[in-house]
T-cell receptor, first 114, second 117 residues
Framework: DTGVSQNPRHKITKRGQNVTFRCDPISEHNRLYWYRQTLGQGPEFLTY????????KSRLLSDRFSAERPKGSFSTLEIQRTEQGDSAMYLC????????????FGPGTRLTVL | QKEVEQNSGPLSVPEGAIASLNCTYSDRGSQSFFWYRQYSGKSPELIMS????GDKEDGRFTAQLNKASQYVSLLIRDSQPSDSATYLC?????????????????FGTGTRLTIIP
């Protein structure tokens, strides 16, 4: 257990529905990252926060995706109008900025879109 | 060319032998390198980090970095069945003018390792 928690751990939804995932980082970590991983691939970067500021977004993050970190603590990732191609493991990681910037991952949320 | 390349395997190694995992990366500006282990259905778990050329040892694991060749490797000595997993190489690059790590890790597709009892 790295200290990063994610909820829910599994989510099954129908195409077209909206879903929201939550990530709670390690308490002293002010950097928070979202990644997406599909079968047989490495995690792919989606977006990143330093405190409450969203500093970088991947082009993978279409306008159906939105992420927030309103108080610089937990973060939410929302997917609107889900598509079957959104089925993946959504991973959250956190880090303490510095010369190493080591990222520690939570257990992930597995999304299945039917 | 992919940014981070790994042999997808599967790599099969007898129990007790040395497993050697390799990774190459394309960006010469990369500064930090990580190996994560991922069991099926689980999230990545940090195994090793390395930042300067040479070897870094931690228990049965040794990471090797050669920035001139843009190559990083992981050796696992005395391989155990519990080492059977997918090993992900990840690279983090310093942005120009930044004193901190990049905002993202770039991962390879992972090498699936099987330790044969």
């Amino acid at each position: 257990d790295t200290g990063v928690s994610q909820n829910p751990r599994h989510k099954i939804t129908k195409r077209g529905q909206n879903v929201t995932f939550r990530c709670d980082p390690i308490s002293e970590h002010n950097r928070l990252y979202w990644y997406r991983q599909t079968l047989g691939q490495g995690p792919e970067f989606l977006t990143y926060f330093q405190n409450e500021a969203q500093l970088e977004k991947s082009r993978l993050l279409s306008d159906r995706f939105s992420a927030e970190r309103p108080k610089g603590s937990f973060s939410t990732l929302e997917i609107q109008r889900t598509e079957q191609g959104d089925s993946a493991m959504y991973l959250c990681a956190s880090s303490l900025p510095g010369t190493t910037d080591t990222q520690y991952f939570g257990p992930g949320t597995r999304l299945t879109v039917l | 060319q992919k940014e981070v390349e790994q042999n997808s395997g599967p790599l099969s190694v007898p129990e007790g032998a040395i497993a050697s995992l390799n990774c190459t990366y394309s960006d010469r500006g990369s500064q930090s390198f990580f190996w994560y282990r991922q069991y099926s259905g689980k999230s990545p778990e940090l195994i090793m980090s390395i930042y300067s050329n040479g070897d870094k040892e931690d228990g049965r694991f040794t990471a090797q970095l050669n920035k001139a060749s843009q190559y990083v490797s992981l050796l696992i000595r005395d391989s155990q069945p519990s080492d059977s997993a997918t090993y992900l190489c990840a690279v983090n690059m310093l942005l120009g003018g930044s004193n901190f790590g990049n905002e993202k890790l770039t991962f390879g597709t992972g090498t699936r390792l099987t330790i044969i009892p």
